[in-house]
């Protein structure tokens, strides 16, 4: 199976909605720009969040398995994805992309 990097790219951040919707919390998201982890046998990296794995795993895997050219074209890499973590109110955007 191919070895697979998640790096962090960028988060948004949507203030009117979370003033809107979210109730205030102290502690949300531990991740950040440019943190990288490396998925092996397509399983989820110590340290990454378990949020952002549930968005990215069935991509992370099937990379891993040496599939890709998702959604035929769509990146130009064919062996990545650029995927969003699922948090609506301050989202991380990931690059995975297979390694040697």
Not at 13 to 34: F, Q, S, W
Not at 45 to 62: I, N
Request: hydrophobic share 35%; with cysteine.
């Amino acid at each position: 199976m191919n070895k697979v990097r998640i790096t962090a790219i960028r988060q948004t951040v949507y203030e009117d909605l979370m003033a809107k919707y979210e109730n205030p919390i102290e502690h949300t998201c531990d991740v950040r720009e440019g943190q990288q982890w490396i998925s092996i046998d397509g399983q989820r990296p110590e340290g990454m969040c378990p949020s952002a794995w549930y968005s990215m795993r069935e991509f992370v895997e099937s990379l891993a398995r040496g599939e890709g050219n998702f959604y035929d074209g769509w990146m130009k890499n064919p062996m990545s994805a650029m995927i969003s973590c699922n948090d609506g109110f301050r989202p991380f955007s990931f690059y995975i992309e297979v390694i040697e």
